[in-house]
């Protein structure tokens, strides 16, 4: 059995003093998938000392940053998606940190590919939606590749997009706002339906409502359950079928949060 969590952490230093190395050492996962580290490399890899780390810091200080961190060895690393996209043009410093793949090699010998992602959260009407959907493009290019891989492949991440009605309490209220928009969710429908990746979180949760991975620090959206989900675990059709439990890790009250995120937590019989 492997277990492996996903978790936006909010900033990797402050996760830390609010108890997220209390939450490892109780969790014991295998593979940790983390979003916005905040820290660059050296901070990153002193927080998980013991660990095999790979982290892609972003070029914007303060922002972004994403990291794989394996009990089990790493072996090919390949960072951000500058070779996708049109033109094959590079990176610009506001999709860095937001990317990261490695293949964790197995006792077996077998190799699983993670990713850990952060895709932009956006505000609708403005250039940074258009920067959103240009680098949804970069990422359907590369899970249409992972897709049809023959061994088993894992995209884990803050995807920043509630997929469906059940997904975020107040959908009424946003159907305008970046995180909801139809354009958004359509990327969801065709990783889903077209490429045949299984959102694990909703095979796993039920119908839902919920359960939800992000609520707001501000007000009582987190004691009240009003949230969204927008954090995944999507499994390719080799991987899918292994996935035996999948939980939210869901803090008892507010103030035991070591993140505005909750960690999705599965384990895979490999």
Same mark, same amino acid.
């Given at each position: 059995?492997?277990?492996?969590?996903?978790?936006?952490?909010?900033?990797?230093?402050?996760?830390?003093?609010?108890?997220?190395?209390?939450?490892?050492?109780?969790?014991?996962?295998?593979?940790?998938?983390?979003?916005?580290?905040?820290?660059?490399?050296?901070?990153?890899?002193?927080?998980?000392?013991?660990?095999?780390?790979?982290?892609?810091?972003?070029?914007?200080?303060?922002?972004?940053?994403?990291?794989?961190?394996?009990?089990?060895?790493?072996?090919?690393?390949?960072?951000?998606?500058?070779?996708?996209?049109?033109?094959?043009?590079?990176?610009?410093?506001?999709?860095?940190?937001?990317?990261?793949?490695?293949?964790?090699?197995?006792?077996?010998?077998?190799?699983?590919?993670?990713?850990?992602?952060?895709?932009?959260?956006?505000?609708?009407?403005?250039?940074?939606?258009?920067?959103?959907?240009?680098?949804?493009?970069?990422?359907?290019?590369?899970?249409?590749?992972?897709? =049809?891989?023959?061994?088993? +492949?894992?995209? @884990?991440?803050? /995807?920043?997009?509630?997929?469906?009605?059940?997904?975020? $309490?107040? #959908?009424?209220?946003?159907?305008?706002?970046?995180?909801?928009?139809?354009?958004?969710?359509?990327?969801?429908?065709?990783?889903?339906?077209?490429?045949?990746?299984?959102?694990?979180?909703?095979?796993?949760?039920?119908?839902?409502?919920?359960?939800?991975?992000?609520?707001?620090?501000?007000?009582?959206?987190?004691?009240?359950?009003?949230?969204?989900?927008?954090?995944?675990?999507? =499994?390719?059709?080799?991987? +899918?079928?292994? @996935?035996?439990? /999948?939980?939210?890790?869901?803090?008892?009250?507010?103030? $035991?949060? #070591?993140?505005?995120?909750?960690?999705?937590?599965?384990?895979?019989?490999?």
């Amino acid at each position: 059995m492997l277990t492996v969590a996903t978790a936006n952490v909010n900033g990797i230093r402050a996760a830390f003093r609010r108890g997220m190395e209390a939450w490892i050492a109780a969790r014991t996962p295998d593979v940790l998938l983390l979003q916005e580290c905040r820290a660059p490399d050296d901070l990153v890899r002193e927080h998980l000392d013991g660990w095999h780390v790979v982290h892609q810091a972003c070029e914007l200080k303060g922002r972004a940053g994403v990291a794989i961190a394996s009990r089990l060895p790493l072996r090919a690393v390949r960072v951000g998606l500058g070779g996708y996209g049109p033109a094959d043009v590079p990176e610009p410093p506001g999709d860095t940190g937001r990317w990261i793949e490695a293949d964790v090699e197995l006792p077996d010998g077998d190799l699983l590919t993670v990713v850990s992602t952060y895709i932009h959260s956006g505000t609708a009407g403005t250039p940074s939606m258009d920067a959103k959907y240009a680098y949804l493009d970069k990422v359907t290019a590369r899970m249409t590749e992972l897709a =049809a891989a023959e061994h088993p +492949a894992l995209v @884990a991440g803050d /995807v920043n997009i509630a997929h469906r009605t059940v997904d975020i $309490a107040n #959908w009424k209220g946003n159907l305008k706002n970046a995180g909801f928009l139809p354009e958004e969710r359509a990327y969801v429908d065709r990783w889903l339906d077209e490429l045949a990746w299984t959102d694990l979180g909703r095979a796993h949760g039920g119908e839902g409502p919920g359960p939800y991975t992000w609520w707001s620090w501000r007000g009582q959206s987190y004691t009240n359950d009003r949230g969204w989900r927008i954090d995944y675990q999507l =499994a390719n059709p080799v991987l +899918a079928p292994r @996935a035996v439990k /999948v939980e939210v890790d869901r803090a008892p009250t507010y103030e $035991a949060r #070591w993140s505005d995120h909750a960690p999705v937590v599965a384990t895979y019989d490999l």
